[in-house]
């Protein structure tokens, strides 16, 4: 059976026998706050729970590395939204220790994509159309500093309104433990 089939009939049970009905909410988060993290799988259900989030509680971004590249790109435009349109009052920028991001290496990248069957031409037509591949899949050297910048680009968006508090933190990925880099409200000062 495929992953797609297996998803789909364990779908068709989760309807038919109601077990949405425990996580029904609104489209607006109970506890104000957008949060963006990262991808990574051992924080599906740990940072929630480190939080003492419900479902209903936050709106939560997800990307590699909870990182703001562009100041007007997707994640920008999704804190933005979460602030005018779905009452977030503060956003908080979560980033953790071990992170796939944390030291990556463009050109690794780009040759698994090679080895993959993505043609060199292919790149190469990236690469002159203005995006630089290489700046694009690059990671960082610390989760700290990464959160730091990310907090800063929120922080100085022209839209952003100067009374939200961004904070930054790191959590540990084994243990839920949050570490405070960047604290929003002494921002607000």
């Given at each position: 059976m495929s992953l797609i089939s297996e998803i789909l009939d364990h779908n068709d049970t989760f309807v038919d026998t109601k077990q949405y009905e425990e996580y029904y909410?609104?489209?607006?988060?109970d506890k104000k706050m957008v949060i963006l993290t990262c991808m990574d799988t051992r924080l599906v259900e740990l940072l929630p729970?480190?939080?003492?989030?419900?479902n209903g509680d936050a709106k939560i971004i997800k990307n590699a590395g909870?990182?703001?590249?562009?100041?007007?790109g997707s994640v920008m435009r999704s804190i933005i939204v979460a602030i005018y349109?779905?009452?977030?009052h503060e956003v908080l920028v979560i980033g953790h220790n071990e992170c796939g991001m944390t030291g990556l290496n463009s050109s690794s990248v780009l040759k698994k994509a090679l080895a993959s069957g993505v043609s060199p031409d292919v790149i190469d037509t990236i690469n002159n159309s203005g995006i630089n591949l290489s700046k694009w899949l690059s990671g960082f050297e610390q989760v700290s500093d990464s959160v730091k910048e990310s907090v800063n680009i929120i922080r100085n968006h022209p839209l952003l309104p100067k009374t939200i508090p961004v904070h930054g933190l790191v959590i540990d990925p084994v243990t839920g433990k949050l570490d405070l880099i960047a604290?929003?409200?002494?921002?607000?000062k």
């Open positions: 909410t609104t489209k607006f988060p729970k480190s939080m003492n989030l419900r909870a990182l703001v590249t562009h100041p007007f349109e779905l009452n977030a604290d929003g409200y002494d921002n607000k």
